[in-house]
């Protein structure tokens, strides 16, 4: 699977926008973009995924960029809850055994 | 939706005593369950995979003598500490893989807090 470049952590006014950038320069054809999120003490909980065209959830949107080499994950209106740690993953769809595998991540603090 | 539980959600233990956790499949049948262990302030780390009927799968550096998982039915995969230590103190989360369709997604638990005094 591809690796991952996001930026340790970010900050984000209630209200706004959160916009999470993911690198991903060596993504494959048939690779997937996945975001998750971890909250404190909690599971990883399922935001959305892509494989070129931007997608829109309950949750948030999926921008990817026409050469596929980055994408946006964005949160339209940040509330506290929304403070975790955001999770970029690039792979190929699910197939047998291969598990996720979880880099650093970026994490979120929504301020008040 | 795909609804993974864990029992327990927390444990303390005495050192040397042997812990075991469970993870099961609430609405969708487990092919294939990932355990993973996170420390404070780290990523989750892959431990070992398994499916059903057959013996898991540890990734380099997990001593399988150490973390026992059972994975005896489609719903119900459980991962016993034995002889634990405080070094053991971690979060522990396991992961749900279901047959096909939707449930082929990866689904997590709420994850297990484990301290070894």
């Known amino acids: 699977d591809a690796k991952t470049t996001q930026p340790p952590s970010m900050d984000c006014a209630e209200g706004r926008a959160a916009n999470l950038p993911c690198n991903h320069s060596?993504?494959?054809?048939?690779?997937?973009v996945y975001w998750y999120r971890q909250i404190h003490s909690q599971g990883p909980q399922y935001i959305i995924h892509g494989l070129k065209n931007n997608e829109t959830n309950e949750m948030a949107s999926l921008i990817i960029t026409e050469d596929r080499k980055s994408s946006t994950l964005i949160l339209p209106h940040a509330t506290l809850r929304d403070t975790a740690v955001y999770y970029c993953?690039?792979?190929?769809?699910?197939?047998?055994?291969?598990?996720?595998?979880f880099g650093k991540g970026t994490r979120l603090s929504v301020i008040a | 939706g795909a609804v993974v539980s864990q029992h327990p959600s927390w444990v303390i233990c005495k050192s040397g005593t042997s812990v075991k956790i469970e993870c099961r499949s609430l609405?969708?049948?487990?092919?294939?369950m990932f355990w993973y262990r996170q420390f404070p302030k780290q990523s989750l780390m892959l431990m070992a995979t398994?499916?059903?009927?057959?013996?898991?799968?540890?990734e380099q550096g997990v001593e399988k003598d150490k973390f026992l998982i059972n994975h005896a039915s489609l719903t119900l995969s459980t991962l016993t500490v034995t002889s634990a230590h405080p070094e053991d103190s971690s979060f522990y989360i396991c992961?749900?893989?279901?047959?096909?369709?939707?449930?082929?997604?990866?689904?997590f638990g709420p994850g297990t807090r484990l301290t070894v005094l």
């Open positions: 398994s499916n059903e009927g057959s013996k898991a799968t540890y």
């Open positions: 993953i690039v792979r190929a769809p699910f197939s047998g055994n291969t598990p996720l595998v």
């Open positions: 060596t993504i494959s054809g048939n690779e997937y």
């Open positions: 609405d969708f049948q487990a092919t294939t």
């Open positions: 992961s749900a893989r279901g047959r096909q369709g939707s449930y082929n997604e990866q689904f």
